[in-house]
């Protein structure tokens, strides 16, 4: 099994001893034992504050709901909310603190919101003279090698801050490392890291007890597709929210599933199975409609790259259903298209965009921060 970061801060005492500590969590906050961070911080230190990124310090808020600041009724401590606002901690809440650590299971996505919580955090930590100790975890979906498209200025927001890949193929704490250097964060940063994690490893692989860091992240093959399927959230086709599977049921009324697994079948992309699927979302779009689609059904993950998937199915349902197909506008954040948020550019919207053309641009930026950024950062076993 593998060993947590939270697992070794005995071994990291001195970050701790005498020290206030707030810390950053949801519930996947567990060590290797299955005991919650809260509770080993609670015993082991001065845990004095706890802060709450989206979906809440319990996990039960829904993607984009604001959450409060309140008094967590476990423990009686202080909850400082993450996600409302500007997103980060004010100088106040960090005033009676020495040190900010955070334990947080990530998914290995651009789009995921808890890493920008970090690297706002880190911010606010830095001018307050607040040391950050990153408690180290796996990247779920492995870290071998990293995927993805450039994020152009224009284009960034909370699910988007930096210019990373959507796959950046590194842990948390390497994650941190580059923020805190190719950003010019400049916190006073500590990442405690893991023991027996290799790059290789998807979550399965460590032993370790998978806890859903969001109300639509079920299962690590879930996990696996949300960097490629996430991208319906751009579009007026449901990524699957609202089902017992998000980012594998995806699908829309207008939608033909044999025509679209026909057309997507086209470019040859090995390691999963589309099976024709009908469903009826409780939630989100479409609900209680009923949608026709396709179930991506994982048989090899390392055979296929996620988001050049999903860039081959949306272009797919645009080329097919040109009458109804729509690409739509944030939810939660600002600008026109999700979809340019997303992606980091508007080349997915560009007018007779072939799938080739985009898988181009996702190979091109891959080797540029594969050869210039990303070896920077490892902190295990380099491939």
Not at 251 to 268: C, L, M, Q, T
Not at 348 to 354: A, G, Q
Request: some cysteine; hydrophobic content about 35%; glycine content about 8%.
């Amino acid at each position: 099994m593998v060993r947590l970061g939270i697992d070794r801060i005995d071994e990291y005492a001195q970050l701790f001893t005498g020290r206030r500590v707030g810390l950053i969590t949801n519930p996947t906050g567990l060590a290797s034992s299955r005991r919650s961070s809260i509770d080993i911080l609670m015993e082991k230190c001065r845990l004095t504050a706890l802060f709450a990124p989206e979906h809440g310090i319990r996990g039960e808020k829904q993607d984009g709901s604001e959450v409060e600041t309140y008094v967590d009724t476990l423990t009686g401590l202080p909850v400082y909310s993450l996600y409302k606002d500007d997103r980060k901690p004010s100088l106040e809440d960090l005033s009676g603190l020495d040190v900010l650590c955070y334990d947080i299971q990530d998914v290995g996505s651009r789009y995921y919101t808890f890493i920008y919580t970090l690297a706002n955090a880190m911010k606010v930590a830095s001018q307050a003279g607040v040391e950050v100790v990153v408690l180290d975890r796996p990247n779920p979906v492995s870290c071998l090698s990293p995927s993805g498209s450039r994020l152009q200025k224009e284009c960034a927001s909370f699910i988007g801050m930096y210019d990373i890949p959507q796959n950046y193929a590194l842990t948390i704490g390497e994650l941190a490392e580059l923020f805190n250097t190719e950003e010019d964060i400049g916190a006073r940063l500590h990442v405690i890291p893991m023991e027996g994690y290799e790059r290789r490893m998807f979550y399965e692989d460590t032993g370790l007890l998978w806890v859903s860091p969001s109300p639509n992240l079920p299962s690590v093959d879930a996990a696996v597709l949300y960097n490629g399927t996430c991208l319906f959230e751009g579009t007026n086709i449901s990524e699957g929210r609202g089902t017992t599977h998000p980012f594998e049921n995806i699908g829309a009324p207008y939608i033909d599933s044999r025509r679209w697994i026909e057309e997507i079948g086209r470019f040859g992309i090995d390691g999963v199975y589309l099976r024709p699927v009908s469903f009826i979302p409780q939630a989100s779009k479409y609900r209680d409609e009923l949608c026709n689609g396709v179930y991506v059904h994982i048989l090899d993950r390392r055979a296929f790259d996620p988001l050049k998937l999903g860039v081959a199915m949306v272009l797919s349902a645009r080329k097919l259903f040109p009458d109804d197909f729509r690409f739509t506008a944030p939810r939660h954040e600002v600008g026109e298209y999700t979809v340019d948020l997303m992606y980091g550019s508007p080349l997915m919207r560009k007018e007779n965009v072939s799938v080739e053309e985009v898988w181009a641009d996702i190979d091109e930026n891959t080797k540029r921060f594969r050869d210039s950024v990303w070896r920077r950062y490892l902190l295990y076993n380099n491939p």
